[in-house]
């Protein structure tokens, strides 16, 4: 299984930019998809994540400006992002709980990480 981010770039504080994550591979289903991020020197934390049946989580930081959704027929979360402040700087990643096909058990994938940039 193998998860792929897209999306990262340079934008102006105010601006918006929209993350997609692809998940691929011997995939029965996915439960949970999250995005993630991790700024110099700081621990990863959560940004928002989204359950198989649609229930929405998200950090206070980016509550009312970033939407997680998500496309179960692509396999794919996205992460619509509104209003960015330099602070959201940080590199993104996602991750996803995948059942494998043929096994019992779920599975955490990481996606290799896309890099935000917030200019002030």
């Known amino acids: 299984v193998q998860l792929q981010a897209s999306g990262g770039g340079l934008v102006q504080a105010g601006g918006s930019l929209r993350l997609s994550c692809a998940a691929s591979?011997?995939?029965?289903?996915?439960?949970?998809m999250g995005w993630y991020r991790q700024a110099p020197g700081k621990q990863r934390d959560l940004v928002a994540d989204i359950s198989s049946g649609g229930r929405l989580n998200y950090a206070d930081s980016v509550k009312g400006r970033f939407t997680i959704s998500r496309d179960n027929a692509e396999n794919t979360v996205y992460l619509q992002m509104n209003s960015l402040k330099p602070e959201d700087t940080a590199v993104y990643y996602c991750k996803a709980i995948v059942v494998v096909r043929g096994l019992r058990f779920e599975y955490q994938y990481w996606g290799q990480g896309t890099l935000v940039t917030v200019s002030s």
């Open positions: 591979g011997s995939i029965d289903s996915i439960n949970n």
